[in-house]
């Protein structure tokens, strides 16, 4: 599932990606698939939305929903704007926004080591949700 395009419009509104880089989709649908744009994008969106763990810890279940409704709600719904949300739910949900601006992307999970000092050392934690982008245009 991708999102529609009123919520991606609604999206990049509130990401306040460049209006070079918007006015392509917010006209055409298309957006060009570059290193460039994705790099401002995904700026955007980290700018925007934190990473927090507040639905963990203090919702009466302390479960994490990652379906793609109940995430847009969350961060872009009128009660939640701007939340942000625990890791998953923001990768997850910039998945679903990059499908919905044309990308070819897709989940996959990951694992990170604790650093000191920026080396890594320790053993593996979790898995993690990731996304990766496989159909980029090179920049001449």
């Given at each position: 599932?991708?999102?529609?395009?009123?919520?991606?419009?609604?999206?990049?509104d509130?990401?306040?990606?460049?209006?070079h880089?918007?006015?392509?989709?917010?006209?055409?649908?298309?957006?060009?698939?570059?290193?460039?744009?994705?790099?401002?994008?995904?700026?955007?969106?980290?700018?925007?939305?934190?990473?927090?763990?507040?639905?963990?810890?203090?919702?009466?279940?302390?479960?994490?929903?990652?379906?793609p409704?109940?995430?847009?709600?969350?961060?872009?719904?009128?009660?939640?704007?701007?939340?942000?949300?625990?890791?998953?739910?923001?990768s997850i949900?910039?998945?679903h926004?990059l499908?919905?601006l044309?990308?070819?992307?897709?989940?996959t999970?990951?694992?990170n080591?604790?650093?000191v000092?920026?080396?890594?050392?320790?053993?593996?934690?979790?898995?993690?949700?990731?996304?990766?982008?496989?159909?980029?245009?090179?920049?001449?």
């Open positions: 599932m991708s999102f529609t395009r009123a919520q991606v419009l609604s999206w990049l509130t990401i306040q990606l460049p209006q880089l918007a006015q392509p989709f917010i006209e055409t649908q298309t957006l060009p698939k570059t290193f460039e744009s994705l790099r401002a994008i995904m700026r955007c969106q980290i700018a925007t939305f934190s990473y927090e763990n507040l639905a963990v810890h203090y919702s009466p279940t302390h479960l994490v929903n990652i379906q409704d109940v995430l847009y709600e969350k961060m872009m719904g009128t009660n939640h704007r701007n939340r942000g949300g625990y890791c998953m739910e923001v949900f910039f998945h926004m499908r919905g044309g990308f070819d992307v897709y989940m999970g990951v694992r080591r604790t650093r000092d920026g080396i890594p050392c320790g053993e593996y934690q979790g898995w993690f949700v990731h996304w990766s982008v496989f159909d980029l245009q090179p920049v001449c």
